[in-house]
């Protein structure tokens, strides 16, 4: 293995001088070994986490991550890039926040610079009932270590000036205030995960879709794909908009609906957003992108669907509810949409759990916000999946849950969107 | 932007005008049912990549439910019919073996 | 220079000067011109500043696929950044500004990026800027931030209109170019209701401009019998200045019609959104000529070649003097013929072709030096061409030539304008012979039957030649007209004669051995600068998926969306990695094929239209008094009503004691009422509250509660049972619909064979509340019923009169006090309410708003939905088990409520706080804490408030609270964490107040 080459200016230098001819491939891609310790299915930002923590913090490197498409052309390309962690209940502000801390030095831990931008996230109080969500909200968080505040729309107009305050029909009441959320590059998370597990010899596979799950005395032993037989020790199953064809290859069932999220982006125009805005009683969030664009994202189709497209309904929705929310935008125009497909389970919280086959690990579920949560999440499935015993992070996301009733349902506070 | 044939009202409904409700024919468990079969009924789902049987509301029309059989990677509609059945009908099941031969009814 | 020929341009009009103005400069065009043509007939050639390297930008080509001419148009609150000039109509006093330059277009201190261009090639931001961790928030970002972006947005609320218009076709068809007119006329003859969309101002498409003789008439003549043929059909409709943006699933199509360009007053018209659902789609969309790949390629001056003959034909403007046309195949020598005969000098050239065909030949003859085999070395000039050298196409740049020239007009080839064929996955294939991705006609975008819902025709079908592609347009319509059921006849199409044309020859670098120094400088995409180096340094570094290279060096990603730059970015990418282009495929197209402005997507729906409120019968008078409004619902309703300078806790504070001294009156009306009849309703009641609701006699009401079949507690409210067959349920405000929408669900889904019928008649009835000591003397003064103890008990009701008005009261209470609810016809709300309002006056009493409402509710110990749940919170865990049904075998949610986690003992459950120190109320939401730690490794929370008022008849804060063990641990002190500190709160029961038992009969 190659050691790979450092990244930072003087390098930049270094390879101008020589047409940049010198670079290494970010990320190796050969052939499948016959056997690993460990195969994750899904080289999207979750799965490349998953083998990036379980080689760093448990030692298992022996790890082959396996891609049906093109890494990182799931959702972790196709969202709107939020990063915050000011959720209700315990077990998601530990994970989001715990993702959203491990986000503040990611770029220095995998020398890939993913722009991690803390430029803060708000989510507006545009009715009485979601006020008070928010405070609740904001008071659960001071008791989890959550570092958030429920601020004045005198304080909203002068961190967004181009909010209009006033309504008519829903005006400002507030905003809970989280000043460490932010935004990220996202295709730039998922390539530099990959680069660093390369670093470490795992494989990544691209063009190699799993066909079955192959099992013995109810444990698993290995994967067929479109690139032979590969035969593991332990298998995690992280593809997000596609864990139900898969979990149906490894012969169970999950509580999840494949559904489209719509999102798009405005043209590039001169900085006048600073923050992330969060509408919800209109359905709408926006924030502006390093390039310019305003990255706009709305509400979920309502019926199952797989097709990376959408409809236009959710468009129009959440694009009427901005040019009334920000309206100096009415100008400005919709330059391109897209859909992606998200995971949505019975409580809309995410899933990190064993599965009836042994051996066998599953990571879905997160719904429309799966980007923010990606280090944490990999995180605690490498904890999982090495120990084959949830840690504190993933023990109240698996799947018995819902034949308990116990119910991790992030939208009681104020019908918030993930 | 799907339009879906309302079974009652006769109507080509647009999406706009529709509400999806989930997974058609899935059997209520209520009393004296285990842990296992509420837990079915209440969240595990099919969610097919192909052929699905749904449930829709015609919300902003006439005001029924209805089921359909649609395809979730085509968006390719097989039939829709009426709520009030346990299963979906000959004429709708044909259809979907005429399109997709190789079909099996999970 | 670049400027106004003495004669020709078919589409100005030389006798109307049209005064614009171009960075503050003031300038003259011609009616018909485009701000492109118009800057170009005043000699203006740098337009703008490149994304990223800030080179200075010309025109490229005439419509939508220019990716360089962007303006800020319009000043003050209509400015509009980001327009294209080659789609923007000229108009008396337009202002337009180039972008992206400081501290001016000429002279741009971002340019210092192009002179270390070598340091930024794709992607240097991943590999930089990481180090220290806190720079890139505090110091590159921003840097990075002010550089990136086009042109500033506007700073005010958009004066002008959108609307929105929907139509029903059976056949869309998507381009009025030839093809587009003769699908138009096969569909229209057949008496279809056809729809034909284009998105420039004139029909007719390249044709005028491409093609001498249609059969025996010109072509200009052709195309306007065929609209006025069509215009005469009143099945047809014809659309110009309508861009088809979008094609979703089941036939429908979203465009956008320019109707106001800035030119009227503010407030006008400016964009009409079509929402078009049609049976069968024609795309007639045409195709896009590529640029071709050399050194320098991105001066201003070098053009596509199609563009420079639009330009001199159309507009009468020549881009400049001497132009070098380069190509590798034959429709370029149009453009020669072109300038030829505008007098314009061609001084080569150059076909990268070994053999070009027969055209050459007649090129020669017309006195211009073709050179094959032969490619451009080099592009001299900064802000404009000053000259080009040739080299060998075969060889790796060796300058054979110099020549002086102002302009390049290149053609690589062309690609069809798939973009709307694969929005809804209209799949491609690679055409080896055409050189070019073209619809694969055997894999179209479906319709919701699985056949196809969209036929493709013409150029856009990749026929490139004038009879195949009228050909094709009539085979492609013919098969659509019969698909829909109508008789085809193509009986009118013009015979052509046409001389075949030589293949093209797919040439992506030109020369052929460009070396790596020069493939720096040689542009795929002009906007975003992208260079072919770019592309090979993504694939060295593994970024080998067409997706990869698209994200890794933002190819395709700029406001064109690539429609120049796509094609020849894939084929180089196709060279590097060493595999056929078909391999590589394309990156997905997106909608909308060209920019939608947000207002036109938000349409009408603005200010009051945004979302329309509801509003009772009593709104008016609300209003009038001092209404201090809320939203609830789509409702509004009276938080409060100020008085005087009153403050609204003080107003709040007022009406309580109103209540709860003498009498206060609400306005309920936005209570869910929903009727419930049939042989089976007091059946189906059972199933869908906890409660028994069958046994309800007649004249009685029952408190219920409702539950999902996860068995968490949804709704509440008062069910009156008005006959044997019949009841009314009250619902919550917020609830109403959801609540009919529910039962309806269950009855048609799961009980059909119920015989049940529900309606909402939430909105047919006026509800008003009177509360308090007062209340029946109140409502008695109005005269016409007996409303005493024995009349009218509590929990029942009785139809009667008051004041006139046919009523119905219940005897119901929310806050404790003796209270009636009285509901009247909707339109008799308003009179009712006023005569309460006066007789109340002789009781002192006041009206009040929500907030009391809920203050009272809460002082008895009553639940809000909304407060105490939040949809995880079960009947149980209220300590409402008495209106949990134990003769039932079910109901809506009570197998669920038998699961162990909502059996459990640990489950928070229902009580009432009282702070230990200090008088204002705990926080909303806020947390009860234990000693211990959780799993988490923070303090464990065991309890939070959801109820938290100032009481003013008891004088102090009281609040009501989930806890863990809550109602058997009363007198324990409890500590809440607030944003400033820990508060401590006594468990008490949640009763905190009874009103006397004599003033409640």
Redesign the interface.
């Known amino acids: 293995m190659k050691p790979r080459q450092k990244y930072s200016a003087f390098a930049l230098v270094r390879e101008a001088m020589r047409g940049h001819t010198g670079w290494p491939r970010a990320w190796n891609s050969p052939l499948p070994s016959k056997r690993y310790d460990v195969i994750v299915i899904g080289a999207g930002g979750h799965g490349l986490a998953t083998a990036y923590y379980l080689g760093k913090n448990h030692q298992i490197r022996n790890v082959a991550v396996l891609e049906k498409g093109w890494l990182g052309g799931g959702n972790t390309g196709r969202n709107t890039t939020i990063i915050r962690s000011n959720y209700l209940q315990d077990a998601s502000a530990a994970i989001y926040e715990k993702s959203r801390s491990l986000y503040e030095e990611l770029s220095q831990q995998l020398n890939y610079n993913v722009m991690f931008s803390p430029r803060g996230v708000m989510m507006l109080a545009q009715t009485h009932h979601e006020a008070r969500g928010y405070q609740r909200i904001n008071n659960a968080n001071i008791v989890q270590g959550v570092a958030t505040e429920y601020i004045s729309p005198e304080q909203v107009r002068e961190l967004c000036p181009i909010i209009s305050i006033s309504g008519p029909r829903y005006p400002v009441l507030g905003a809970l205030w989280q000043a460490r959320g932010g935004t990220a590059r996202h295709d730039a998370v998922a390539w530099g995960y990959a680069r660093a597990c390369s670093e470490m010899g795992m494989h990544i596979i691209e063009q190699c879709e799993v066909t079955s799950v192959r099992t013995e005395g109810g444990r698993v032993v290995g994967v067929e794909t479109g690139k032979g037989s590969i035969e593991c020790g332990k298998l995690a199953i992280v593809v997000a908009g596609h864990s139900g064809v898969v979990a149906e290859r490894a012969g169970f069932r999950l509580p999840i609906e494949s559904v489209a999220l719509q999102a798009l982006v405005s043209e590039p125009i001169k900085p006048c957003l600073d923050v992330v805005v969060m509408a919800n009683t209109v359905h709408g969030y926006i924030s502006q992108s390093d390039k310019g664009e305003l990255v706009i994202g709305g509400g979920a189709d309502q019926y199952n669907n797989y097709s990376q497209r959408g409809s236009f309904l959710h468009i129009e929705e959440t694009v009427r509810a901005l040019v009334e929310t920000f309206p100096i935008i009415s100008r400005l125009q919709m330059l391109r949409q897209w859909g992606g497909i998200v995971d949505m389970t019975g409580d809309r919280s995410p899933i990190l759990s064993r599965t009836p086959v042994e051996g066998v690990y599953i990571n879905c579920g997160w719904g429309t916000g799966g980007f923010k949560a990606i280090p944490g999440s990999g995180w605690a499935m490498a904890e999982l999946v090495a120990n084959d015993q949830p840690g504190a992070l993933a023990a109240s996301f698996g799947l018995e849950r819902f034949r308990e009733g116990r119910f991790i349902d992030e939208s009681v506070a104020a019908g918030v969107a993930h | 932007?799907?339009?879906?044939t309302c079974p009652y009202c006769g109507i080509e409904a647009?999406?706009?005008e529709l509400?999806?409700?989930?997974?058609a024919h899935l059997e209520?468990?209520?009393?004296?049912?285990g842990?296992?079969e509420?837990?079915q009924?209440?969240?595990?789902?099919?969610?097919?990549?192909g052929v699905?049987f749904?449930?829709w509301?015609h919300?902003h029309g006439c005001?029924?439910?209805f089921h359909a059989a649609?395809c979730?990677?085509?968006?390719?509609?097989f039939g829709t019919y009426s709520?009030?059945t346990l299963r979906p009908p000959e004429n709708t099941l044909s259809e979907i073996k005429r399109?997709r031969p190789n079909w099996v009814n999970a | 220079m670049s400027t106004r020929l003495p004669t020709g341009g078919v589409l100005v009009d030389r006798n109307k000067p049209v005064r614009f103005s171009f960075n503050g400069k003031k300038m003259t065009g011609l009616e018909g011109d485009t701000l492109a043509s118009a800057l170009l007939a005043g000699n203006v050639r740098v337009v703008g500043r490149s994304f990223k390297y800030h080179r200075h930008r010309g025109i490229v080509g005439c419509g939508p696929e220019d990716p360089n001419g962007l303006m800020t148009l319009g000043t003050g609150n209509r400015l509009t950044p980001n327009q294209q000039a080659t789609t923007t109509r000229l108009f008396e006093g337009l202002s337009a500004r180039s972008q992206n330059h400081w501290p001016s277009l000429e002279f741009d201190l971002g340019g210092v990026v192009d002179k270390v261009s070598s340091l930024t090639p794709a992607g240097f931001y991943y590999k930089t800027f990481i180090q220290p961790r806190r720079a890139w928030k505090h110091v590159y970002e921003p840097l990075i931030r002010q550089a990136a972006g086009l042109g500033r947005p506007p700073r005010d609320r958009d004066p002008d209109l959108y609307e929105h218009f929907h139509a029903h076709v059976d056949l869309l068809v998507i381009g009025g170019g030839i093809s587009g007119l003769i699908a138009a006329s096969i569909a229209g003859r057949a008496g279809l209701r056809v729809l034909l969309l284009e998105q420039f101002w004139e029909l007719g498409g390249r044709t005028p401009v491409d093609v001498e003789m249609l059969g025996d008439e010109a072509p200009r003549d052709w195309i306007a019998e065929r609209v006025e043929e069509l215009n005469a059909l009143e099945n047809v409709h014809l659309r110009c200045r309508t861009c088809a943006v979008g094609v979703y699933d089941h036939g429908y199509v979203l465009a956008n019609e320019r109707v106001g360009e800035g030119t009227g007053d503010e407030g006008e018209l400016r964009n009409r959104l079509w929402r078009i659902r049609a049976r069968k789609i024609i795309l007639a969309s045409g195709a896009i000529e590529r640029p071709l790949c050399f050194v320098n390629n991105d001066v201003p001056g070098v053009m596509l070649a199609s563009a420079v003959r639009d330009y001199v034909t159309n507009f009468g403007v020549s881009p400049g003097d001497r132009t070098v046309v380069v190509t590798n195949n034959d429709d370029a020598y149009r453009t020669v013929n072109c300038l030829v005969r505008a007098g314009l000098d061609v001084p080569m050239v150059v076909d990268a072709r070994p053999v070009p065909g027969p055209v050459a030949a007649e090129a020669k003859e017309l006195g211009v030096n073709v050179v094959s085999n032969r490619a451009i070395a080099n592009v001299e000039g900064t802000k404009g061409i000053t000259g080009v050298s040739v080299c060998s196409q075969a060889g790796e740049g060796t300058v054979l030539e110099r020549l002086d020239c102002e302009v390049v007009a290149v053609s690589g080839g062309w690609s069809p304008a798939v973009h709307l064929w694969s929005h809804c996955s209209g799949r491609l294939r690679w055409d080896d012979t055409r050189a070019m991705f073209r619809p694969d006609r055997t894999r179209p975008p479906l319709a919701s039957d699985g056949e196809e819902q969209m036929v493709v025709v013409g150029s856009a079908n990749g026929m490139l030649q004038l009879d195949k592609v009228i050909a094709d347009a009539a085979e492609g319509t013919v098969t659509a007209v019969r698909a829909l059921g109508g008789d085809a006849d193509p009986g009118f199409l013009p015979e052509v004669a046409v001389q075949s044309e030589s293949p093209a020859s797919p040439v992506w670098l030109m020369p052929n051995g460009m070396d790596l120094r020069t493939r720096a400088k040689a542009w795929i995409d002009f906007q975003n600068d992208v260079k072919v180096s770019d592309i090979e340094l993504a694939v060295r570094e593994g970024f080998e998926s067409s997706e990869h290279v698209k994200r890794y060096t933002t190819l395709g990603m700029a406001t064109d969306q690539g429609k120049t730059s796509n094609i020849n970015g894939l084929a180089i990418l196709a060279r590097s990695l060493n595999t056929p282009i078909e391999q590589t495929g394309t990156t997905t197209f997106r909608p909308p094929y060209t920019a939608v402005p947000m207002g036109a997507i938000a349409g009408k729906a603005r200010g009051s239209l945004f979302k329309p409120t509801r509003r009772t019968p009593m709104d008016a008078w609300h209003d009038a008094n001092g209404a201090y409004w809320e939203p609830v619902g789509d409702w509004r309703r009276p938080y409060c009503y100020l008085q005087g300078e009153e403050s609204v806790d003080e107003a709040v504070r007022r009406e309580c004691l109103s209540v709860r001294r003498s009498a206060g009156i609400i306005d309920a009306s936005t209570l869910g009422k929903i009727l419930v009849s049939g042989p089976d309703a007091g059946r189906f009641l059972d199933m869908m509250y906890t409660n028994m609701m069958s046994t309800l006699r007649p004249g009685r009401c029952r408190y219920g509660l409702m539950c999902n079949d996860n068995g968490f507690l949804m709704d509440d409210g008062v069910v009156a049972r008005l006959s044997d067959e019949s009841f009314l349920c009250h619902t919550t405000t917020g609830g109403a619909d959801h609540i009919h929408g529910w039962m309806e669900e269950w009855l048609q889904t799961e009980w059909w064979d119920w015989q049940v019928h529900v309606v909402n008649i939430t909105e047919q009835f006026a509800q008003i509340g009177i509360a308090g000591p007062h209340a029946r003397k109140l409502l008695s003064s109005l005269g016409g019923m007996n409303l005493g103890a024995e009349d009218l008990p509590f929990m029942c009701w009785i139809d009667g009169q008051l004041a006139g008005h046919d009523v119905r009261v219940f005897r119901i209470s929310f806050s404790g006090e003796l209270s009636f609810e009285v509901a009247v016809r909707g339109s008799e709300g308003l009179e009712l309410w006023r005569k309460i309002i006066e007789a109340g006056q002789n009781f002192d009493a006041g009206v009040y708003g929500t907030e009391a409402l809920h203050i009272l509710r809460a002082e008895v110990g009553f639940i809000m939905i909304g407060d105490e749940t939040d949809g995880t919170v079960t009947p149980q865990d209220l300590g409402l088990t008495w209106a949990l049904s134990r003769k039932k075998e079910d109901f809506l949610g009570k197998r669920a409520q038998e699961r162990s986690y909502l059996t459990s003992p640990d489950r928070w459950r229902l009580v009432g706080l009282l702070r230990v120190e200090g008088n204002t109320p705990l926080a909303h939401g806020a947390y009860a804490v234990s000693s211990e730690n959780s799993e988490f490794g923070h303090t464990r929370m065991i309890g939070r408030v959801t109820s938290s008022y100032y009481s003013p008849i008891l004088d102090r804060p009281i609040a009501m609270a989930l806890v863990e063990n809550g109602p058997e641990m009363q007198g324990t002190i409890l500590e809440f964490v607030e944003k400033d500190g820990r508060v401590r709160a006594e468990i008490v029961d949640p009763v905190f107040y009874h009103p006397s038992a004599a003033a409640r009969n």
């Open positions: 932007m799907l339009k879906l647009d999406e706009t509400h999806g409700g989930g997974e209520r468990a209520a009393g004296g049912a842990d296992s509420l837990e009924y209440l969240f595990i789902r099919s969610n097919p990549r699905h749904e449930r509301h919300i005001g029924k439910w649609r979730t990677e085509t968006m390719e509609v709520a009030q399109r």
